[in-house]
């Protein structure tokens, strides 16, 4: 390849990969590229790839573009911790709590990865906007789907075909999870485990197997979720794991029309319930037909602005200065 080629080449690239290019060359028709990706996120460097090659297939000469990724092999892989988001029984809103919890700790500049370990209900496809999108594998590793809101996820609903059943037993759904959760997930340094509801087998599994460094409870305000709640709590604290602290959905329903704001579930339940048994109240989100409506489109409110997104960020940096305080 000439010097003019080679010039040329060079300034067809994005700014970003001139910047972290290595070396280039040209030779029948193959660009072959080498660029520094080191601080990137595999959603960073999978965006920089594309925009590579993008720019470089419309050029003279081109018909074919290769690129190789380098990092500095001394930077520090990062200490990626779990965080479980749980609840005692299902239809409390968990997997939305997980969803936009996943999104407002990444704007909070978090690298956060999100596994959908709900195996028999299988949601966070939806509410993310990736289903349909099958996972890639990599030195025997499922990679994460990435999602529009920079929150890479797993899922069973990735694997299997839509409205499929899963019967599996216990062992089985727990050697299912495990690859979820010992996937290639890259820089995360954050990963959400949406936990199906209840304290069964799937649970005990995930717990005696990862560890989390800390559980998150969703419940909604009323007693019957609470009771559930409880033996949720429980179940953490039986197998070490500490307990952020509560958070309250469905709290309040604002009503279109005259404004008046009601309670059908009650209200301030598992704020006391937090109280009492000494946990952290982490906040409320209200019952609200526009994040209903928003999460069945796949764009998490936490993606926005206004209050529906400011229930969830206030809940994220709750959680984020836990995790801050305990690496301090």
Same mark, same amino acid.
């Given at each position: ?12 690239? @994005? *700014? ?48 074919? #573009? ?77 990679? @994460? #789907?990435?999602? @529009?809101?920079?929150?890479? #996820? ?42 199906? *509801? ?131």
């Amino acid at each position: 390849m000439s010097g003019d080629d080679h010039s040329a080449l060079q300034a067809a690239l @994005p *700014p970003q990969a001139r910047e972290r290019l290595q070396s280039l060359r040209l030779a029948e028709g193959v660009a072959t590229l080498v660029l520094d990706v080191a601080g990137l996120d595999r959603l960073e460097r999978d965006k920089l790839e594309i925009a590579v090659k993008g720019a470089l297939r419309g050029q003279d000469g081109v018909s074919e #573009v290769r690129v190789a990724m380098t990092a500095d092999r001394a930077e520090a892989a990062p200490k990626r911790r779990l965080i479980a988001v749980g609840s005692g029984k299902g239809g409390v809103g968990k997997s939305t709590l997980s969803a936009n919890l996943a999104v407002a700790l990444r704007r909070l500049g978090k690298k956060v990865g999100l596994v959908d370990a709900d195996i028999y209900g299988p949601s966070q496809p939806r509410l993310l906007a990736n289903e349909g999108i099958k996972p890639g594998t990599r030195d025997k590793k499922l990679l @994460p #789907v990435p999602s @529009p809101w920079g929150v890479p #996820v797993l899922s069973m609903g990735h694997i299997i075909e839509p409205g499929q059943a899963i019967a599996w037993r216990g062992p089985m759904a727990g050697n299912a999870l495990s690859q979820l959760v010992d996937a290639d997930w890259g820089d995360a340094e954050i990963l959400l485990l949406d936990l199906p *509801p209840g304290t069964g087998d799937v649970q005990l599994t995930m717990l005696q197997r990862f560890k989390p460094a800390g559980a998150v409870i969703v419940s909604t305000p009323q007693d019957l979720a609470l009771m559930d709640a409880i033996r949720a709590i429980s179940l953490f604290e039986q197998s070490e794991v500490p307990v952020i602290g509560l958070v309250e959905n469905m709290a309040g329903y604002a009503c279109p029309h005259c404004g008046e704001v009601s309670d059908p579930f009650g209200q301030g339940g598992a704020e006391a319930a937090a109280k009492s048994m000494g946990h952290a109240f982490l906040g409320r989100v209200p019952l609200d037909l526009a994040i209903r409506q928003a999460s069945d489109a796949g764009e998490p409110p936490a993606a926005g602005e206004g209050s529906q997104a400011e229930a969830f960020t206030a809940i994220a940096r709750q959680v984020a200065a836990w995790l801050d305080d305990k690496k301090a």
